[in-house]
């Protein structure tokens, strides 16, 4: 049996066509890698469309995979709908992000797009009366060791993690996209004010398309785990694809980048989707996003390093490079998070807390 | 399904319960469900303390076992494959075994005596075995799926399985989480008819109590669906296609509580039962 590498995935997911020919054993090779990716439903929603005939054993996993898919949706818009409940009487705007703001929105993102969390954006100064409304409703607070507590409340750009008590869905309270202290600091108010009401959810927000854009951007460039990172680029793909539809689209883009503070990240994030996966991105938009000072054109190493660690985690598990180069772009998304000295602390914190935990674990396993 | 393993216990395994997968897998370059391997630990344990570790592509979803487990852990891992990976069925805990195109499903709370009373419904009644372990219904035809791999025998049921005729045990695995255990060789007729689908008739919850009276009481729908949905491992992942399916499952089915002190005691209600 073959492999099927990244690169092909990528290949097979821009023109499905090329699977029309494929053997039994290539649509599972295929199939398997789109699943390492977390890129199966995307798969299987392109393919379907394109109505490329397959084996029968290929269309179970594919149309298994997209019915889970609706089954998440459906999920979310329940969850949205239990948040719209626990927050209304604030009346503040809750803003959704990634996959829950793509599926409640119904953006063409979401159409076979797997997700775990959901992720809300609220102002700042309610997030106390947010998390009381949101525990009173079910959720609590994941993190319970005073470090974590500490490490999300007063450094992170969110609160620890919170589970729903009866259905296990885990929730992320936002009120801001990049840690506090992060070199970048974007003013999460732009996003918060121009997000867009829904219909029949007065309290919930979807941010503008340029926001949406660039939040997965920054969100694939800052958080140093990138075992969804070639499905993160298929979403910043997809969502420039239907941002582009409007005319004023990529002037919004450059302009929301400049006002949040974040052109060198949305720079690198467009230059690196159009590497990996060959999107379109208007010269001018490069252009007018390119950093003023010094560089003119997004280094080299880090594109790379990129590509290397974006490989689907089947390949990536295999290759001492990916591995390398994951490790490098998480020590170096910590070091945009976190100014050196904190970082220092907050490392040698998390290695001695897994020394700790693992003593007691390698006895009783053995 | 591609499998790997170092271990000749797992192709021993293989090899005794499989003899037709083999076959038939050796042949053809065919679609791969499942790729599985069962690989040593690494490091210094590899020497001091053999240890197996279930794969299933690159995700190792299990705490590693001794190694002399390498052919249960094969069992539990595929079982763990079959629930957890979408494949557009319903699947649930619970054995089958069928007459014909009619089923009987007997749900499987731990404990309750299922693998012994479908041991004994195979090996002394003659039924085709669907599987155990697993009810796997595909909700495009309502029907069950059969999956006719080893019944895995815990403790005591092994030794009264292995009185029962035409019973082939494989090797005894001591001190396993579960106990003891030893698998029976599913009969070749049930391999054969692997492909053939069943539709739900009974649907039976066993109970082995103890001496105590035998009772057989019949249930409504509602109630063995609530009993069921709790035994499914992909309900709430199935969404509504699972609940409808479910339902159909049970439209057309009796269903019955059963304690018993005996496996003949067992057998005899679930001959009034079935008129089997």
């Known amino acids: 049996m073959n492999g099927i590498r990244g690169a092909q995935l990528v290949s097979a997911l821009k023109s499905p066509n090329q699977a029309a020919q494929f053997t039994s054993s290539q649509w599972s090779a295929l199939i398997a890698c789109a699943r390492a990716a977390n890129l199966a439903g995307l798969l299987a929603e392109r393919v379907r469309s394109a109505a490329i005939p397959m084996p029968a054993d290929a269309a179970r996993h594919l149309d298994a995979i997209l019915q889970l898919g609706r089954r998440q949706t459906q999920s979310v818009l329940w969850e949205v709908h239990g948040l719209q409940r626990a927050l209304a009487p604030l009346n503040i705007p809750v803003v959704l992000l990634k996959g829950a703001a793509y599926a409640v929105s119904g953006h063409p993102v979401s159409r076979g797009r797997l997700f775990g969390d959901i992720d809300i954006l609220v102002p700042r100064e309610v997030l106390g009366d947010v998390e009381i409304r949101l525990m009173v409703a079910g959720w609590m607070s994941a993190k319970s060791t005073p470090y974590d507590q500490r490490y999300y409340r007063t450094w992170m750009h969110e609160l620890p993690p919170m589970v729903n008590v009866r259905r296990g869905t885990v929730l992320d309270v936002h009120h801001t996209i990049l840690p506090l202290t992060s070199r970048h600091r974007p003013d999460a108010r732009h996003i918060i004010e121009a997000a867009q009401a829904l219909p029949g959810l007065p309290a919930i927000r979807v941010p503008r398309p340029e926001h949406l854009l660039i939040h997965s951007i920054v969100h694939l460039l800052h958080e140093g785990e990138l075992h969804n990172g070639l499905r993160d680029l298929f979403d910043i793909d997809g969502l420039l694809r239907a941002g582009a539809l409007e005319t004023d689209f990529w002037p919004r883009v450059i302009d929301a980048a400049h006002t949040l503070d974040l052109t060198a990240p949305v720079f690198f994030g467009l230059h690196l989707v159009h590497q990996v996966i060959g999107s379109e991105i208007p010269a001018p938009a490069l252009a007018a996003l390119q950093p003023a000072s010094g560089a003119q054109r997004p280094s080299r190493s880090l594109t790379w390093l990129y590509r290397q660690a974006v490989r689907p985690e089947s390949e990536a598990a295999e290759s001492l490079l990916a591995t390398a180069a994951r490790l490098a772009i998480y020590v170096r998304a910590h070091w945009l998070r976190m100014p050196p000295h904190l970082l220092a602390c907050h490392l040698a914190h998390k290695s001695m807390m897994r020394l700790k935990k693992n003593e007691p674990a390698a006895e009783g396993r053995a | ?276």
Request: proline content about 8%; aromatic content about 10%; overall charge negative.
């Open chain 2, 1 to 276: 399904m591609r499998i790997r393993s170092p271990f000749s216990a797992v192709s021993a395994h293989l090899e005794t319960f499989y003899p037709d997968a083999l076959a038939s897998g050796r042949r053809a370059e065919p679609f791969t469900d499942f790729d599985i391997r069962i690989i040593r630990g690494a490091g210094l344990r590899r020497w001091l303390r053999p240890q197996a570790h279930f794969m299933l592509d690159h995700i190792d979803p299990f705490l590693p076992l001794p190694a002399d487990q390498a052919a249960p852990l094969f069992e539990w891992g595929l079982n763990w494959c079959l629930a957890s990976r979408p494949l557009g069925y319903l699947v649930m805990h619970g054995a089958v075994v069928a007459s014909d195109g009619d089923a009987l499903v007997m749900p499987g709370f731990p404990g309750a005596g299922k693998s012994t009373l479908c041991a004994a419904l195979t090996f002394v009644e003659g039924w085709r075995l669907l599987s155990d372990e697993l009810t796997i219904l595909d909700p495009e035809s309502d029907k069950l799926l059969p999956n006719p791999r080893p019944i895995s025998l815990k403790n005591e049921s092994i030794d009264i399985v292995a009185r029962f005729p035409g019973v082939s045990l494989g090797p005894r695995y001591e001190d396993t989480r579960k106990g003891t255990i030893s698998h029976a060789a599913p009969p070749a007729a049930s391999r054969i008819a692997a492909a053939q689908h069943a539709r739900c008739r009974w649907v039976v919850f066993p109970r082995f109590i103890a001496s105590s009276p035998p009772f057989c009481d019949e249930i409504s729908r509602a109630e063995a669906f609530a009993r069921i949905a709790e035994q499914s491992f992909n309900r709430d992942r199935m969404g509504e296609t699972g609940f409808r399916a479910l339902c159909a499952m049970l439209d057309g089915a009796h269903c019955f509580d059963i304690g018993y002190d005996s496996t003949d005691a067992a057998l005899t209600m679930v001959r009034d039962i079935t008129g089997q």
